[in-house]
T-cell receptor, first 108, second 113 residues
Framework: AQRVTQPEKLLSVFKGAPVELKCNYSYSGSPELFWYVQYSRQRLQLLLR??SRESIKGFTADLNKGETSFHLKKPFAQEEDSAMYYCALRTGANNLFFGTGTRLTVIP | EAGVAQSPRYKIIEKRQSVAFWCNPI?????LYWYQQILGQGPKLLIQ????????DSQLPKDRFSAERLKGVDSTLKIQPAKLEDSAVYLC???????????FGPGTRLTVT
């Protein structure tokens, strides 16, 4: 069975400080992981995908199969980064299995 | 392109009543998903359609929930009868054939009293 764990429900950082949102997973197959974000009053949307290995809005995430982690990082947090972040695992049926989410607040 | 549309946006019903939600996916998207998101949790898949066929409904409580996508476009999710624990946001998402990204609608917030 699959599992996605986001240990922090709430995370607050000051503007300009580094931010790391943690995600750990458990999956018997070859994992494909995503970060989805929901800004206030907006829809849930894709932020980035591990296979793409790209930086979106300054965020990066590296898949670490040894530690079964896919942490989201940004070196300098901005106020507009305040949002709800969900880590998600794609299962064999092309479905998404979501973690419980982390609410990030960037303090001005 | 127009996004995924859902209606109604909000619904309040009493327990044991029935309710239906509607979703119109992005034009041309063959795959449609319904998720349930209970407060404080991440979205949980209820059912996945590929065109008008069901791909995965293993998490759908079939004794009270039903969903259909008769013409392979719009979809309806129904709850009958509703229970208090059905209070949640119901999200619809769609995905194109050659893409991995799911596009989400704004959701329907259901409150069962």
């Amino acid at each position: 069975a699959q599992r996605v764990t986001q240990p922090e429900k709430l995370l607050s950082v000051f503007k300009g400080a580094p931010v790391e949102l943690k995600c750990n997973y458990s999956y018997s197959g070859s994992p494909e992981l995503f970060w989805y974000v929901q800004y206030s009053r907006q829809r849930l949307q894709l932020l980035l995908r591990h296979i793409s290995r790209e930086s979106i809005k300054g965020f990066t995430a590296d898949l670490n199969k040894g530690e079964t982690s896919f942490h989201l990082k940004k070196p300098f947090a901005q106020e507009e980064d305040s949002a709800m972040y969900y880590c998600a695992l794609r299962t064999g049926a092309n479905n998404l299995f979501f973690g419980t989410g982390t609410r990030l607040t960037v303090i001005p | 392109e127009a996004g995924v549309a859902q209606s109604p946006r909000y619904k309040i019903i009493e327990k044991r009543q029935s309710v239906a939600f509607w979703c119109n996916p992005i034009s041309g998207h063959a795959t449609l998903y319904w998720y349930q998101q209970i407060l404080g949790q991440g979205p949980k898949l209820l059912i996945q359609f590929q065109n008008n066929g069901v791909v995965d409904d293993s998490q759908l409580p079939k004794d009270r929930f039903s969903a259909e996508r008769l013409k392979g476009v719009d979809s309806t999710l129904k709850i009958q009868p509703a229970k208090l624990e059905d209070s949640a946001v119901y999200l619809c998402a769609s995905r194109g054939t050659e893409t991995y990204e799911q596009y989400f609608g704004p959701g329907t917030r259901l409150t069962v009293t």
